[in-house]
């Protein structure tokens, strides 16, 4: 009997595996918002499942891109191809014309904001001499302190510098870091396969916590932003993918947002999104040497959403305070807003405290512009999440787009 019972748990799990990671992925999301609405205290507790999952992804997340990115570059012969110049130039492009869809967004649907309660704890920047000095001293960082506090740019710096260095090391050094960079993937591949638990935890948590109450009094100001980055995704990126492979690109987009979106959604992290577009990029068949440098990259310079969190919100308060905004302005706030966006952190809510800094152009008071960011802090349940899946997304998109142009 035990023997029966042992075949058929095993029988379960394996068609439990079988099925696609997308369609558990739903199952959990489905799940969670029945038990948050039947049981809020039991989906109060199963939302350790949900922060279990994030913290395994942040965990992992900066081992792996320093390992994959040294070892990629130690392992690079001058003989190889690689796409990140090209990859690059579509990440800041895309910001920026993000940027200008938000402000086209913003001047059609004009909002106004009832402004709550300033922020508190929050420290934004002055200026954007101080991103660029923020952005400086993060590739200065010790390296240990970048890997704990999950310090992307610094990461990268350490994994160039340690990648250039181990090019005329030998073969056999070279292999190690090889086996090295293998290891930590089968970790990180395990912990994606615990996403449907995860998101599940996740769902039922967030429902049960916040519900939609929150939300109905700014109701039009989330359309202004979900309408900008659906336009995005489904338009401007589109039309990226097409002027450089010149084939019909929403295949592509729709397998990215369904793979990398999904799971960037409700994590909400860039930085712990980067397991999942590695995995996906390798199933994609991309070049290794690319994605390995250009994925943690866009997870810190492509951040098309971001771009638009702080257009709308810094237009929103614009509105609300009856002030005159020119096309030049517009342009130059959309400037700001991309450069702005790159210096964001890759985690929940890190565009956020960069709005004070677009609000500055406007002569807007940090008290004022703190209210708002208070506000983005009340719709960022649905806010940081789509913008987080429309940076992650985007990231594969784009890096997909160029390695197939050049493989032509």
Not at 295 to 317: K, R
Request: aromatic share 8%; proline share 4%.
């Amino acid at each position: 009997m035990t023997t029966n019972n042992n075949v058929s748990s095993v029988g379960l799990f394996q068609r439990f595996y079988d099925i696609p990671l997308v369609a558990q992925i739903l199952i959990g999301i489905i799940l969670g918002s029945v038990i948050a609405i039947v049981s809020p205290q039991t989906a109060t507790s199963v939302g350790l499942l949900g922060a279990l999952f994030v913290g395994a992804l942040k965990a992992v997340a900066p081992i792996l891109v320093f390992v994959l990115v040294a070892a990629s570059i130690a392992s690079h012969s001058a003989t190889q191809k690689t796409h990140i110049k090209p990859i690059i130039g579509m990440y800041v492009f895309a910001t920026f014309a993000s940027a200008l869809t938000a402000v086209m967004f913003s001047f059609a649907m004009p909002t106004t904001l009832i402004l709550v309660d300033a922020a508190q704890g929050s420290n934004p920047p002055q200026g954007i001499v101080e991103v660029l000095n923020t952005l400086l001293f993060k590739v200065v960082d010790n390296p240990i302190n970048a890997l704990s506090t999950g310090n992307y740019i610094g990461i990268l710096a350490w994994a160039i510098g340690l990648g250039l260095a181990l090019k005329s090391s030998s073969d056999s050094t070279k292999a190690v870091f090889n086996d090295v960079a293998d290891g930590v993937s089968s970790i990180v591949k395990f912990v994606i396969r615990l996403a449907p638990f995860g998101i599940f935890g996740l769902v039922a948590s967030t429902i049960a916590a916040t519900g939609f109450s929150a939300l109905l009094g700014y109701s039009q100001l989330l359309l202004v932003l979900l309408s900008a980055m659906v336009f995005v995704a489904l338009v401007v990126n589109p039309a990226l993918v097409f002027y450089k492979t010149r084939q019909n690109p929403y295949p592509l987009v729709f397998q990215c947002l369904r793979e990398s979106g999904i799971t960037a959604f409700f994590t909400r992290s860039s930085a712990a999104n980067i397991p999942v577009n590695m995995d996906l990029c390798r199933r994609l068949d991309l070049d290794e040497d690319t994605y390995s440098v250009s994925i943690p990259l866009g997870a810190t310079i492509n951040m098309s959403g971001a771009a638009i969190t702080i257009t709308v919100l810094t237009l929103a308060a614009v509105h609300t305070l009856g002030i005159e905004v020119d096309f030049a302005t517009a342009v130059l706030l959309s400037v700001v807003a991309a450069v702005s966006a790159c210096g964001a952190s890759g985690v929940a809510g890190g565009s956020l405290l960069l709005i004070p800094l677009a609000c500055s152009l406007f002569g807007i008071a940090d008290e004022v512009a703190m209210q708002v960011v208070a506000v983005g802090f009340i719709i960022g349940v649905i806010q940081d999440s789509a913008e987080t899946a429309l940076n992650s997304s985007t990231d594969v998109v784009f890096t997909t787009a160029c390695c197939r142009a050049d493989a032509k």
